[in-house]
T-cell receptor
Framework: DAGVIQSPRHEVTEMGQEVTLRCKPI?????LFWYRQTMMRGLELLIY????????DSGMPEDRFSAKMPNASFSTLKIQPSEPRDSAVYFC??????????????FGEGSRLTVL | GENVEQHPSTLSVQEGDSAVIKCTYS??????FPWYKQELGKGPQLIID?????GEKKDQRIAVTLNKTAKHFSLHITETQPEDSAVYFC???????????FGQGTTLQVKP
């Protein structure tokens, strides 16, 4: 299996622009997570989906952030409009049953976002 | 909710020495404690985990111990090698939400 695939790996944009990050989970996994990693705040869970349905979005910082999962093999995280404080590495992870059985989350390699 | 504290934030050891990273958690009902390793430019990867019904688990040079009474758990790496250099994260599962709450991470440097 190719693992969790994220794109783009790097994105540099200007404040006010729309940013869309993409994720393809591991085939057969039914849970998908979006995390944000910064030096100051570490790894923060933004939102997670189970069977394509958003279960908990309490970590989404504000209305500028939105996430969708239109099918089992694709998810997007959108920031509109972007701000410099959104600069971070965004990780997508997938698992079986929310990780409750095996416990393991499989992370992608991340999308490094820089907002100027 | 669950809160996880991790120490130290950085750790430097000589190759062949042991390394210990410690974490404390706040939710006494937490029952699952994984450790992830993040290499430069990569996403975190699970290296070992422990559940609350055991006190210790070992996998080759890596071991994890859990003290439920004190609400702390530790990662032990023996005979460290340069390829062990990475950022290590502990985590605990929040018993109410089921979310994994991560510690702030420990940057381990193993000097050859």
């Amino acid at each position: 299996d190719a693992g969790v695939i994220q794109s783009p790996r790097h994105e540099v944009t200007e404040m006010g622009q729309e940013v869309t990050l993409r994720c393809k989970p591991i085939s057969g996994h039914n849970s998908l997570f979006w995390y944000r990693q910064t030096m100051m705040r570490g790894l923060e869970l933004l939102i997670y989906f189970n069977n394509n349905v958003p279960i908990d979005d309490s970590g989404m910082p504000e209305d500028r952030f939105s996430a969708k999962m239109p099918n089992a093999s694709f998810s997007t995280l959108k920031i509109q409009p972007s701000e410099p404080r959104d600069s971070a590495v965004y990780f997508c992870a997938s698992s079986l049953n929310g990780g409750r059985d095996t416990g393991e989350l499989f992370f992608g390699e991340g999308s490094r976002l820089t907002v100027l | 909710g669950e809160n996880v504290e991790q120490h130290p934030s950085t750790l430097s050891v000589q190759e062949g020495d042991s390394a210990v990273i410690k974490c404390t958690y706040s939710d006494s009902a937490s029952n699952y404690f994984p450790w992830y390793k993040q290499e430069l430019g990569k996403g975190p990867q699970l290296i070992i985990d422990i559940r609350s019904n055991v006190g210790e688990k070992k996998d080759q040079r890596i071991a994890v111990t859990l003290n439920k009474t004190a609400k702390h758990f530790s990662l032990h790496i023996t005979e460290t090698q340069p390829e062990d250099s990475a950022v290590y994260f502990c985590a605990a599962r929040d018993s109410n939400t089921g979310k994994l709450i991560f510690g702030q991470g420990t940057t381990l440097q193993v000097k050859p």
